[in-house]
């Protein structure tokens, strides 16, 4: 099992700043076969991101994916008030699929 | 556009089962896999169960397989959970989240989410 690692655990920053979020595997992840999913609290996850880098549908250019084997990096430019929320890395090249265990981007 | 309405979750007793359907909308449900994926109290996200978009190939998180059973019927556009043997650790919201893609081998993630139902065992 691919053991995925997010760090920091929390995050405290300011609206209009930037977030660099991790996600270290604990084994070389297959074709970039990585997502990344916002939480806000008492809501479902929303897909950010696929294949390490893509965006998924109506996700703003803000949002940036980037990595590749075991090293991915999450970066969230000029933040706005609706991002601050965990963040969960998933890889989907090995089963069975995994999860990290979020990153907390809250307010400064 | 895609809904997903789980419902069935609740209170049950250590050792008990329940029955979670997923009820699902705007999109052609049986060209999709689909999966459970739960959260317990204050925690991360738990990949359970997924089906392949025909039904015919399932897979199992080690922690709830011989005891969870995923299943679809496209006739309704539903996906189910059937839990047994159900233990504390179960204790969750559980949700039903459609794959990107029919079939479970090569990889898959999740593009809609349902908002989830909970899932209380205790005594």
């Known amino acids: 099992e691919i053991v995925l690692t997010q760090s920091p655990g929390t995050l405290s920053l300011s609206p209009g700043g930037s977030a660099t979020l991790s996600c270290r595997a604990s084994q070389t992840i297959s074709s970039s076969y990585l997502a990344w999913y916002q939480q806000k609290p008492g809501q479902a996850p929303r897909l950010l991101i696929y294949?390490?880098?893509i965006r998924a549908t109506g996700i703003p250019d803000r949002f940036n994916g980037s990595g590749s084997g075991t090293d991915f990096t999450l970066t969230i430019n000029r933040l706005e008030p609706e991002d601050f929320a965990v963040y969960y890395c998933?890889?989907?090249?090995?089963?069975?699929?995994?999860f990290g265990q979020g990153t907390k981007v809250e307010f400064k | 556009e895609v809904q997903l309405l789980e419902s069935g979750g609740g209170l049950v007793q250590p050792g008990g089962s329940l029955r979670l359907s997923c009820a699902a909308s705007?999109?052609?449900?049986?060209?999709?896999?689909m999966s459970w994926v739960r959260q317990a109290p204050g925690k991360g996200l738990e990949w359970v169960s997924a089906?392949?978009?025909?039904?015919?190939?399932?897979h199992y998180a080690d922690s709830v397989k011989g005891r969870f059973t995923i299943s679809r019927d496209s006739s309704k556009n539903t996906l189910y959970l059937q839990m047994n043997s159900l233990r504390a650790e179960d204790t969750a919201v559980y949700y039903c989240a459609k794959a990107n893609k029919w079939e479970l081998v090569g990889g898959y993630y999740f593009d809609y989410w349902g908002q989830g139902t909970l899932v209380t065992v205790s005594s």
């Open positions: 294949g390490a880098s």
């Open positions: 998933q890889q989907y090249g090995s089963s069975p699929l995994t």
């Open positions: 705007g999109f052609s449900f049986k060209s999709y896999a």
């Open positions: 089906v392949s978009g025909s039904g015919g190939s399932t």
